[in-house]
């Protein structure tokens, strides 16, 4: 049986009514044989799902779609308004995920096609999304948001700049108060090293949306590059209280060199605007795999062992900082490194984060981003699965370390070091 004709109508008119590019009005659940009151229920589903999206409530908007797909995990939509969630979350290698089933179930859809160039964006598999972005654009020529976004990947891969100035141009040209189109042009400036030109896009997208920290790094690096100290110091520090882990975007785009993240001699960036190496360290499980490998099934039990120690150090390290004793659990007690334990330490760790953050915030140690969330995703299946709960503790790495990050840097929390080995 086919969707109810009023949650039919019920959901186009929602999507129209949010009017957002990739809301369309044909975007229903078809639910061949439920009865009328399950279809219903997908539908109200299916409403949630993508107003939830659209609305940047995300936390909702997965768990809806999160509904939609199991009671219809043939249909496209809730993988692909999932995994829209999980980019606004910048979770990205869920959201790749996601778009890698919603490709699987509906190919020719460009937005999921962009979806999920955007999600290899997010991780730095440049040369991958350019070819997800060209598809996207074959399907929807001209839209601003694939072009800018390919700008990007061309920016980040970096083997032809002619290329991302085009695509930046080109929806520059097409929506002038796009903010993204002059933010991703300013970062193609910068490596083709055209400073003053770069000034003028960060300048402009800051002027569309003030809530840019990548443009206020990017002015900051380029007045540097002018030999305008005051200014460039402003710019990135401002930036770095908005986004406490901009470095590593910097570093990973390729435009400020990998020396940065060790405060070695070879990064450009003057003694007052250098970050110790705590600063910008990359939490990520898969930093710890040998040769830096992107693929984390299959890495052994020495590598989640030393990934758990790192998360122990982190709480540890921030609790010192906050001047409050570490939970008993995070002092040298033993653990293995067997899924079924690894999963509970996890579990535990995330609820002494949990408690050391509400401390921060509440004291205002920390302020902005690090009092976010966090969206972790622990369940029980981990304790049988290596490779869910790999994928959860890399998470949970890079969700500490934005607490972490803002703890070390703040002036009101004692002084003490925070760097951890």
């Not at 279809?39 to 999206?53: E, S």
């Not at 700008?151 to 080109?170: I, P, S, T, V, Y």
């Not at 929506?175 to 090293?193: H, I, S, Y």
């Not at 995330?350 to 050391?356: G, I, P, S, T």
């Amino acid at each position: 049986m086919a969707l109810s004709r009023s949650f039919r109508l019920v959901l186009g008119a929602v999507l129209l009514a949010l009017t957002a590019p990739s809301a369309q009005a044909d975007l229903v659940v078809p639910v061949a044989g439920a009865s009328e009151r399950k279809a219903d229920d997908i539908a109200r589903d299916a409403i949630a799902c993508v107003a939830g999206v659209l609305s940047f409530h995300t936390d909702e908007a997965r768990a809806a779609c999160s509904r939609v797909i199991a009671a219809e995990p043939a249909e496209p939509l809730g993988y692909k308004f999932r995994g829209l969630a999980l980019l606004l979350e910048h979770d990205f290698d869920k959201a790749e995920e996601d778009f890698r089933a919603a490709l699987r179930l509906d190919p020719g859809d460009a937005e999921i096609q962009a979806g999920y160039a955007q999600s290899l964006n997010g991780q730095g598999h440049y040369a991958a999304a350019i070819s997800h972005f060209d598809e996207a654009l074959k399907r929807k020529k001209d839209d601003v948001r694939f072009l800018a976004a390919r700008c990007w990947a061309r920016m980040g891969e970096g083997r032809d700049l002619d290329l991302a100035m085009a695509d930046c141009n080109r929806a520059a040209d097409l929506a002038p108060d796009f903010a993204t189109a002059r933010l991703n042009r300013g970062m193609v400036r910068l490596k083709q090293q055209n400073y003053r030109a770069a000034v003028q896009d960060f300048t402009r997208a800051l002027d569309i949306d003030s809530d840019l920290p990548v443009g206020l790094f990017g002015r900051g690096f380029a007045y540097l590059q002018l030999k305008d100290q005051s200014r460039a110091e402003a710019d990135i520090k401002a930036a770095r209280r908005m986004n406490a882990s901009i470095d590593a975007l910097f570093i990973r785009t390729g435009i400020l060199p990998a020396g940065c993240r060790e405060d070695s001699a070879s990064c450009p960036l003057p003694p007052s605007l250098r970050v110790p190496a705590a600063g910008v360290w990359m939490a990520s499980y898969r930093q710890l795999s040998p040769g830096n490998s992107s693929e984390m099934n299959g890495l052994d039990d020495s590598i989640r062992a030393m990934a758990l120690t790192r998360l122990d150090q982190m709480l540890e390290a921030i609790a010192l900082r906050l001047n409050i004793r570490p939970s008993a659990f995070l002092d040298g007690q033993a653990w293995t490194s067997a899924t079924a334990e690894a999963a509970r330490h996890l579990a535990r760790a995330q609820m002494e984060y949990r408690r050391l953050q509400q401390f921060a915030c509440d004291t205002g140690v920390v302020r902005d981003a690090p009092c976010h969330g966090p969206n972790f995703h622990y369940s029980p299946i981990m304790q049988d699965s290596p490779e869910e709960l790999e994928r959860e503790l890399d998470h949970t790495l890079n969700i500490m370390r934005v607490l972490w990050i803002g703890v070390c840097r703040s002036p009101s929390a004692g002084g003490k070091t925070c760097r951890i080995e």
